[in-house]
């Protein structure tokens, strides 16, 4: 920076020749400043300040909290298991004063983590709105610096810059973000889904435990400048509708629940085209959810922010009508289900001519959408707490326990070969799944539970 300043100082100055001796050996000439001395006291006053913030704010502060919420996680599991333990195998004597004891003791722990977990927090936030306080006033000082800008050398070297970004702009949307493999349906290259490990990712989201519907993931077919995106639907309006998307930059920021961006549907909600119902997903930077009361399919484009729609096939199920269903009741508003997978776009839905049994179709994610191919399963919607497809195979779940759901039925769409014995369980963190949703980029898992947000491993043989 210094350099650029000092060259507009250098053309402040002014050389004017004031005698000349008659023999043309010798001239005498006087140095003029015609304009006041350049600052140079500023410049380096803000050449400290912006190392100072070098300094201060390092990458490892922000690993530091992760660290912690991850100790926090499984310190919590811990006296969770600790506690399942007591429970089971109290003798209401000198074991159970021990355990309690160990419970006591694990229980400090978790306080003292989460006391430092928020100390950690508060100074971050801190010292953001420090730096930003500074940032403003180097930027003023930098514009007031540019008043010496005689020749407009920070105004072209501006310039310069942006061209340099535009063009790597240009050059970066000319590589196509890689896609993920479509191999033929029910027939995966990393073959047939044998576990689910994990969670890898647990954590609640920025709402705390106000909205327990909703849904999170990682778009499989993101636009240039979107891959490490995150977004978050949350039903806001009685755990049934929404009107806006969450995104995040990365999953550290999901999970840490800073600098959200938020993009409307609509100004209100719930109202015409907005969200109904937990079971959403985005895939090509759009979002694909049941239409708010009516059997529509609805398209919200992220970038125009233009819905389009299509409509159900006749008497298919909708508001409330055909749900997911558990041990001690049902998912409401869980009509239509989605899904993605390595060719795109599904829809799970039922009618009572197919006997309130699940549906199949793909999706064909033109603006508007439209329905294609279709299958009828045996699977009766209500025995299933949520679904996901895999390379075109449908899996669905069903509640075990508060602790374990399993994946016990899958339908190839390829063969139309059904099968009710997979025995693949997931491991949960709380009670009930909301929504479920396969990722084909980083073969995970997206769950939203009870508010919050867990990601887990498919493992294929």
């Known amino acids: 920076m210094k350099s650029p300043l000092l060259s507009i100082w250098a053309t402040a100055v002014f050389l004017t020749f004031l005698s000349q001796s008659a023999s043309g050996k010798q001239c005498v000439c006087e140095l003029k400043n015609l304009d006041r001395p350049f600052p140079m006291d500023k410049l380096d006053n803000i050449g400290t300040v912006a190392s100072e913030c070098n300094r201060t704010i390092t990458p490892n502060q922000m690993e530091e909290v992760d660290v912690l919420t991850l100790g926090l996680q499984r310190r919590l599991e811990q006296l969770k298991d600790s506690m399942a333990v007591l429970e089971k195998e109290d003798d ?33 936030q801190q010292l953001s709105q420090a ?61 047939q889904l044998v576990s689910v490990s994990g969670p890898r990712t647990y954590a609640l989201t920025q709402y705390g435990t106000s909205y327990p ?14 891959e490490n995106m995150h977004w978050l639907v949350a039903l806001t309006s009685s755990n049934v509708y929404a009107n806006y998307i969450r995104q995040y930059s990365s999953l550290t920021t999901i999970v840490l629940g800073v600098g959200p961006t938020d993009t409307v549907i609509a100004s209100s909600n719930p109202t015409t085209n907005t969200i ?32 389009t729609n299509v409509v159900l096939p006749q008497n ?27 060719s795109g776009v599904w829809v799970m839905y039922s009618t009572p001519e197919n006997f309130g049994n699940i549906i199949i179709s793909k999706l064909l994610t033109d603006s508007p959408p439209a329905l294609g191919k279709t299958w009828r399963t045996s699977l009766y919607k209500f025995t299933a707490s949520n679904t996901f497809m895999a390379c075109g195979v449908l899996y669905a779940t069903r509640f075990l326990n508060k602790e374990t759901e399993e994946i016990f039925y899958s339908f190839d769409t390829v063969t139309g070969e059904e099968r009710y014995n997979l025995k693949i369980q997931i491991k949960k963190m709380q009670t009930n799944v909301q929504s479920l ?9 997206y769950m939203y539970s009870d508010a919050y947000i867990l990601s887990y491993d498919v493992i294929f043989r």
């Not at 937990?278 to 895939?283: E, G, L, Q, W």
Request: glycine share 10%.
């Open 92 to 124: 209401g004597e000198l074991y159970g004063a021990v355990s309690l004891r160990i419970i006591e003791l694990e229980l400090a722990e978790v306080l003292e983590l989460m006391a430092k977990l928020k100390g950690i927090t508060r100074s971050r």
């Open 131 to 191: 730096t930003s306080s500074e940032l403003q006033n180097m930027m003023k000082e930098m514009l007031n610096l540019e008043e010496f800008d005689r020749m407009q050398v920070v105004k072209k070297h501006r310039e310069n810059q942006r061209i340099k970004r535009d063009l790597a702009i240009c050059q970066h949307g000319l590589q196509v973000t890689p896609q993920p493999p479509t191999p033929a349906r029910g027939h995966c290259p990393q073959g």
């Open 213 to 226: 519907y909703g849904a999170w993931g990682k778009d499989p077919k993101p636009p240039p400048g979107k």
């Open 276 to 307: 109904q119902g937990p079971n959403v997903v985005m895939y090509g930077d759009a979002l694909y959810y049941g239409c708010y009361y009516t059997p529509s399919i609805c398209r919200f484009n992220m970038t125009a922010r233009t819905v």
């Open 316 to 342: 298919s199920g909708y508001n409330n009508k055909y749900t997911f269903g558990y041990q001690e009741g049902g998912y409401t508003y869980t009509d239509l289900d989605f899904a993605t997978d390595e």
């Open 437 to 445: 949703n396969y990722n084909p980029q980083d073969r995970m898992l």
